[in-house]
């Protein structure tokens, strides 16, 4: 185990049925994480600038953690339903998949919603920005960005 990638993060993908609208997330504990929090992040607007606080999470792919594997978005996507419990990604575009720094056991569904998350985790996030680093030679990791 890597001394820098030490911590644990939940991960849940946001599914949306096409045929019925029902909204539905599977979740997953992922290890080897490194999570930085409160960064800054600075943006432009004409000239205006804007100040946001930020969590950085970087995903060690170097070694082996026990992870369920990863999919890119689009791979994921096109799983069946039964398959998406055993598989996890990462998708900036939907803005709907979320982060929680730690194990967490919550199941979301009727009886608790997305919306918990954030009450109940100090450190609960959207998914805002991935860069996948995994093709490199050496230190192959994800970059994400959550708000």
Known sequence: MSVLFTDVMTVYNHHRDPDTEEESWARSVVRGVQWSHNKSEIS??????????V????????????NRPYLPPQEYAKLPDAD?????????????DMLVL???EREIGRDYRISKLAEDFQYAVTVA?????RNRPRLKNIKVVGK
Do not use: P
């Open 44 to 53: 432009t607007s004409g000239s205006v600038q804007t100040e946001n606080r």
């Open 55 to 66: 969590e950085k999470i970087t995903i060690d792919f170097q070694r082996k953690y026990g």
């Open 84 to 96: 998406r419990g055993n598989y996890w990604t990462l998708d900036a575009k939907s803005g709907q």
């Open 102 to 104: 730690g194990e967490s």
């Open 129 to 133: 920005a991935v860069s996948d680093n």
